[in-house]
């Protein structure tokens, strides 16, 4: 099946610094990626949609200015997770198509602690 | 916008018995319906869909009813071993589209030898 790649799998960052989050296609092309956001223990929470080409869009709640997300090119879109707090801290996800309809596969996310 | 609750939040079995997890939805527009099974800090893994079309779709000892009618759908393990044991997720379609999905709150699945 297609794959989806994440990098890093693990961060630690200080508090008040930026860290990025890579997601990759690595043999399909998605024009859409999704951003999920998983605390310990609950459920996986979508944090915005990812377009190709276009700015993304952000579900409630979630901050545009804090979550960076950027889709340059069919097969990688970053989250920039800008001025980081401990509060931020958790385990991220991208999931990613190769089309509507079609199967969804998920990255193998990204473990992000705030120090 | 979607809602999906699931129930139960915990599940504790002997390996042998069946399990069952209830999922419902709100947006009588979905038309997609994906059971994700997670280890612990790792990704969640596909193991069942189903579609609008039909009302039962099977794998092996997994299955899946859906309802439309009554805006649920059900995970059905068979025969478990305690390999199943994971935190089970099941998701619809945010508006009505098959690929923006809205996850249930989960259910964590021990399965006792």
């Known amino acids: 099946g297609a794959v989806v790649s994440q990098h890093p799998s693990w961060v630690i960052c200080k508090s008040g610094t930026s860290v990025k989050i890579e997601c990759r296609s690595l043999?399909?092309?998605?024009?859409?990626m999704f951003w999920y956001r998983q605390f310990p223990k609950q459920s996986l929470m979508l944090m915005a949609t990812s377009n190709e080409g276009s700015k993304a869009t952000y579900e409630q709640g979630v901050e545009k200015d804090k979550f960076l997300i950027n889709h340059a090119s069919l097969t990688l879109s970053t989250l920039t997770v800008t001025s980081a707090h401990p509060e931020d801290s958790s385990f991220y996800i991208c999931s990613a198509t190769t089309g509507k309809g079609n199967t969804i596969y998920f990255g193998e996310g990204s473990w992000l602690t705030v120090v | 916008g979607e809602n999906v609750e699931q129930h139960p939040s915990t599940l504790s079995v002997q390996e042998g018995d069946s399990a069952v997890i209830k999922c419902t939805y709100s947006?009588?527009?979905?038309?997609?319906f994906p059971w994700y099974k997670q280890e612990l800090g790792k990704r969640p893994q596909l193991i069942i869909d189903?579609?609008?079309?039909?009302g039962e779709k099977k794998d092996q000892r997994i299955a899946v009813t859906l309802n439309k009618t009554a805006k649920h759908f059900s995970l059905h393990i068979t025969e478990t071993q305690p390999e199943d044991s994971a935190v089970y997720f099941c998701a619809a379609p945010l508006e009505g589209g098959y690929n923006k999905l809205i996850f249930g709150a989960g259910t964590r699945l021990a399965v006792h030898p």
């Open positions: 947006d009588s527009a979905s038309n997609y």
């Open positions: 189903i579609r609008s079309n039909v």
């Open positions: 043999d399909f092309q998605a024009t859409t």
